[in-house]
């Protein structure tokens, strides 16, 4: 779900959120436009107003656990969730918790990655939301997911500041074609958890920007 469809289309807050995180071309390598949340987070209007959006949707839904992915899942995640009424509960990548874990594995570009829950951090039927700054795949939020869902959460919904081009378009042709979708993009929408996203990147590849500096 995105801006334009959750309601969010005519808010005034968007547009300053959208100028606030700055776009970093070819960072961390060639042809990627990194989205760079930091300088949001120097905006104290513009960081607020992405809290209160989040805040806005999940008060008095009963949620009871904000589950941040590591690292900018902990950015906005504590504070939606001290403002709600619920705790936080850090999904960390390997080796950095240290108690008893539950790990999920999941697929990167090249290779894999893992995140990890601490045991007894959520309790049997309790109601979750993920927190991330943005879903590309849609990979990381799918293993988020899968790991509260295996120690008895109900994932209401995933939430995210930043949906890259490629996860639009993912979605736009779901309408046409579920045949057609990324897996992970299937997982989160079959099992209807919604992604608000308060800015969509219409270009997440510098491709023509890095046509013209191979060409040199
Ligand atoms: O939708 P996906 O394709 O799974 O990608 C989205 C994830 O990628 C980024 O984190 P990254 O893995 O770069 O980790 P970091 O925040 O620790 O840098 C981002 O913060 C999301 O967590
Ligand atoms: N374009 C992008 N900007 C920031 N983080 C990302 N993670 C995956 N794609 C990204």
Redesign the pocket.
């Known amino acids: 779900m995105f801006a334009a469809e959750n309601g969010l289309k005519s808010d005034p807050r968007l547009q300053g959120i959208s100028e606030a995180i700055r776009v970093v071309p070819h960072f961390p390598k060639q042809g990627i436009m990194f989205q760079d949340i930091t300088t949001l987070l120097l905006d104290h209007k513009a960081f607020k107003d992405t809290v209160d959006i989040f805040v806005d949707r999940y008060r008095g839904m009963s949620v009871s656990v904000v589950a941040g992915?590591?690292?900018?899942?902990f950015v906005f995640g504590p504070a939606i969730a001290l403002a709600i009424g619920a705790k936080f509960v850090p999904l960390r990548?390997p080796r950095k918790l240290p108690g008893e874990v539950i790990s999920e594995a999941?697929e990167l570009e090249y290779g894999t990655?893992c995140l990890e829950i601490h045991v007894g951090a959520v309790q049997p039927g309790e109601r979750a939301i993920v927190i991330?700054?943005?879903?590309?795949?849609?990979?990381?939020?799918s293993a988020a997911i899968r790991l509260l869902e295996r120690v008895g959460a109900e994932v209401i919904e995933c939430a995210c500041v930043i949906g890259v081009r490629e996860v639009k378009v993912m979605a736009e042709e779901l309408l046409d074609s579920v045949g057609s979708m990324a897996s992970h993009f299937i997982s989160l929408w079959s099992h209807a958890k919604l992604i608000i996203v308060v800015k969509v990147c219409e270009n997440d590849y510098a491709q023509a920007d890095f046509a013209e500096k191979d060409d040199t």
Do not use: C, Q
């Open positions: 992915v590591e690292a900018r899942g990548k999941y990655d991330d700054d943005l879903v590309a795949t849609g990979g990381t939020l």
